[in-house]
């Protein structure tokens, strides 16, 4: 693993989600899912609404801002954080510095 990913990433990072996987909504799983090219990844709901935010422009503090406005209350930052950390070990996201 480079410096660069094994870095933790910050607020200001942009997330982008890696060229082969597409986001989208699967009826038979009901669920949304990660396709690619060797099958798909299975998304919890909180883990659909972190990705369907991830546009490769919005910050990820604009994210947790966009999903703590969407879930008044919830103090989301630590748990989109774990997930983008998570998401890019899996090799799902690549992150721009900013």
Known sequence: ???AASATIGFDDVPVLAS???LQWEPAQQAHVLLYPEGMVK?????AEI??????AAPIGAIVADLESAFPGADLRSDVMEFLEIARERGWIGIETR
Not at 51 to 56: E, L, M, P, Y
């Open 20 to 22: 082969r996987f597409r």
């Open 43 to 47: 998304l919890s709901n909180s883990a």
């Open 1 to 3: 693993m480079s410096a």
């Open 51 to 56: 990705v369907k935010r991830i546009d490769g």
